[in-house]
Structure formats: structure tokens, C-alpha cells
């Protein structure tokens, strides 16, 4: 099984995404965790069901509420770079990938 790393982002994005929509509707913001939990699951099982969207990156869309996730699939690892809303602009994650990679890069 391969191991999944969520990047601090990610995780950031996610806790806000939740505490927005419990805001909103009582237990909403755990359906949101449960439908993304789901997602996750099905990423970690099949990540090349999901489309490349650049190279390397692949994006899983959740059925109930408009947000996508954006991850690197390697033969051990999946590694999440970005849990978007899907109204945001595509140079959010991508910037945000870009930057990432050039700070490991050195």
C-alpha cells in the first residue's frame, strides 16, 4: 500500500475548507472531511484512474462539493499538493507546485 504525505498546505487548505462549510451548516464540514476521506482512499488504492493534468500531477474531483485534489503518484508514496476549491485559479496549485520544486531543488 502506498503511504500517503499530504504537504502542510494541503492540510492548511483543508482545515479551512471544513471549518468554512461547518460555518455554515451544522455537520456539513464533516461530510466534507468523509466525502474527502472517501477521495483519499480511492487515490491511494488506483491513482492512475485519476487524469494528468501536468506532468506528473494529478487532480481527483469530489462528487458532492465542488473542490479538487491535486497530488504527485510514485510507486510507494502519494503525495498531496493541494486541496483547491475549483472556482480558484489553476495557478494557485501550480505556483504553489513550481515554488515547492525549486526550493528542494536548492
Not at 6 to 13: E, G, K, M
Not at 39 to 58: D, G, L
Amino acid at each position: 500500500m502506498r503511504k500517503l504525505v499530504t504537504r502542510p498546505q494541503a492540510q492548511l487548505d483543508v482545515e479551512e475548507a471544513a471549518i468554512w462549510y461547518e460555518s455554515r451548516r451544522p455537520d456539513l464540514g464533516l461530510r466534507f472531511l468523509d466525502e474527502l476521506d472517501y477521495v483519499m482512499k480511492r487515490i491511494i488504492a488506483s491513482p492512475f484512474q485519476f487524469p494528468e493534468i501536468h506532468p506528473s500531477v494529478r487532480r481527483a474531483l469530489l462528487e458532492r462539493f465542488p473542490y479538487s485534489v491535486y497530488f504527485l503518484a510514485g510507486d510507494e508514496y502519494i503525495e498531496v499538493i493541494a486541496v483547491l476549491h475549483q472556482h480558484r485559479h489553476p495557478d494557485t496549485w501550480r505556483n504553489r507546485f513550481l515554488r515547492e520544486r525549486r526550493t528542494e531543488a536548492g
